[in-house]
């Protein structure tokens, strides 16, 4: 089998925000340009929605001591349960929301503890 080398790659130029596209347009541009980036924006819309419609799409409460512990998967619990009685399913939709809200926070405190030092 033989490995062809490619050399002469041109690299590619940024997109410029012509008057007409602005600046979103040209990120949207970039985007659609780059699969891996496009896939980690489809994917932090889903996490964006799953947490919003958290109410919605779990169907207990997560904290709530209801059923009966250790349950395997079902079609009344999709993951079962855990020790103590409670939705596995509804704790993962519901654990979301403190994903992404740290997921946007712990950057801010990163930075504010690199200032102090």
């Known amino acids: 089998m033989a490995v062809r080398v490619v050399t ?20 949207g541009l970039a985007l659609l340009r780059n699969r891996k980036a496009l896939f980690g924006v489809a994917m ?10 958290a109410p ?14 250790i349950l395997g998967p079902s079609a009344r619990h999709l993951l079962g349960t855990t020790s103590f009685g409670q939705d596995i ?4 939709v519901w654990s979301t929301r403190q994903s992404l809200v740290l ?7 990163v930075e504010r503890h690199r200032e102090r030092a």
């Open 8 to 27: 002469d790659v041109a690299p590619m130029e940024p997109p410029r925000a012509s008057s007409r596209t602005g600046v979103l347009g040209a990120v």
């Open 44 to 53: 932090l819309v889903l996490f964006a929605l799953v947490a919003l419609l």
């Open 56 to 69: 919605v799409i779990a169907p207990y409460d997560p904290h709530a001591l209801q059923f009966d512990p």
């Open 89 to 92: 399913f509804s704790q993962l």
């Open 103 to 109: 997921a946007l926070i712990e950057p801010r405190i």
